[in-house]
């Protein structure tokens, strides 16, 4: 369609916001709409508020708003580096498909087309983890206001510790467990081996400390907002694991998840056998448990996403329609859809439409 379009020249500061140019407060009504961005200037259908004097171009120009591929970025990102963004990751924008206020935060939602988007992805995450901002290119994600599924890995994702390195520490076999985990966390070791490996460490070990360390366990930043926030819209929560079912079964009851999977430690007469009873939850179990859940709660693929942090994660993570790298090794942020580097949880919530 034909629409009429303002344009705003833009000044050379460095320091000035996308919300000192484009306005955070618009009628919803307005969208999507056509946008231009560049280093001179910003031209946009005449209907949307500028913070600057823009000038009327007296043009009409052809809206194609067919594509469904989006960037997303924060309000208060420099305009200057979302140029920077839009030309290094070889994109080209569109149309401005949104404004959301989502837990007292304004993202924009650029309409944008690539011609190589896992490249696009790739320079995306290396910009943003540079500039220490959060940024995503998502391609038609699961929308937030329908139920969906959220899988989330446990240790260094839901939770800020790795539990068998905690357990590792009071049973004073640390550094050794330690060692191992990084290592098996980075796809260097296999999953399965590496986990009865640190295990038979611990054999001997009083229950007790198990018991330690859940009662300290810290949550990850913008956890419980983030699940109070999906739960209003019926999605379901559950933590599938390479850890262990004592720590994701109290996570479960404390945060009121829906499901967990986990290994099992075995347990004789108060002590640690350095034993995992059952098949090792591992990458494949993972992405096992998604399609378990969607099934269960008959939830469409689109509307699935899995996040998590180490290599184990990776099968989950394509397995789901949308797979978020959080605070992630390097070859977890290199295959992912999108990544969170610096923020809570809570940032998921803004990739979701």
């Known amino acids: 369609m034909s629409i009429p379009v303002q344009t705003l020249p833009i000044e050379a500061n460095k320091d000035i916001t996308i919300e000192q140019y484009i306005s955070i407060q618009q009628d919803i009504a307005n969208f999507p709409c056509y946008c231009d961005l560049s280093a001179e200037k910003i031209i946009i259908s005449e209907n949307i508020t500028l913070c600057g004097t823009a000038e009327s171009t007296n043009k009409h120009l052809t809206f194609d708003h067919e594509n469904q591929l989006e960037l997303v970025v924060f309000s208060n990102i420099c305009y200057s580096l979302l140029i920077e963004i839009i030309e290094q990751c070889?994109?080209?924008?569109?149309?401005?498909?949104?404004?959301?206020?989502?837990?007292?935060?304004?993202?924009?939602?650029?309409?944008?087309?690539?011609?190589?988007?896992?490249?696009?992805?790739e320079l995306l995450a290396q910009l943003a983890l540079k500039n220490k901002v959060e940024a995503a290119l998502v391609e038609n994600p699961p929308q937030l206001t329908s139920p969906g599924l959220l899988v989330m890995d446990m240790d260094s994702t839901t939770i800020e510790i790795e539990c068998i390195d905690e357990i590792a520490v009071l049973a004073g076999v640390g550094e050794q467990v330690a060692a191992v985990t990084e290592l098996a966390m980075q796809g260097e070791l296999d999953f399965a081996q590496s986990l009865h490996q640190r295990v038979?460490?611990?054999?001997?070990?009083?229950?007790?400390?198990?018991?330690?360390?859940?009662?300290?366990i810290p949550l990850m930043a913008g956890l419980e907002t983030l699940i109070k926030q999906l739960k209003q819209y019926n999605w379901r929560i559950a933590i599938?694991?390479?850890?262990?079912?004592?720590?994701?079964?109290?996570?479960?009851?404390?945060?009121?998840?829906?499901?967990?999977?986990?290994?099992?430690?075995?347990?004789?007469?108060?002590k640690l056998t350095g034993k995992v009873l059952g098949d090792v939850v591992d990458a494949q179990a993972k992405a096992d448990s998604l399609a378990i859940l969607s099934e269960k709660y008959s939830i469409d693929k689109?509307?699935?996403?899995?996040?998590?942090?180490?290599?184990?994660?990776?099968?989950?993570?394509?397995?789901?329609?949308?797979?978020?790298?959080?605070?992630?090794?390097?070859?977890?942020?290199?295959?992912a859809d999108s990544s969170i580097n610096h923020s809570g949880l809570d940032c998921l919530l803004h990739w979701l439409k």
């Not at 262990?244 to 108060?270: Q, V």
């Open 200 to 216: 038979s460490t611990l054999k001997n070990a009083p229950e007790q400390i198990l018991a330690d360390v859940a009662n300290n």
């Open 90 to 121: 070889q994109l080209s924008v569109s149309a401005l498909n949104a404004i959301n206020h989502r837990n007292n935060l304004v993202s924009f939602r650029f309409n944008v087309t690539s011609s190589n988007l896992m490249k696009s992805r």
């Open 302 to 335: 689109k509307q699935t996403v899995a996040m998590g942090d180490g290599a184990n994660d990776l099968v989950m993570m394509a397995a789901a329609y949308l797979g978020v790298a959080y605070h992630a090794k390097p070859i977890v942020l290199a295959q």
């Open 240 to 270: 599938a694991s390479g850890g262990f079912t004592y720590f994701a079964e109290h996570l479960e009851d404390l945060l009121g998840l829906d499901d967990s999977f986990a290994n099992k430690l075995e347990i004789e007469n108060g």
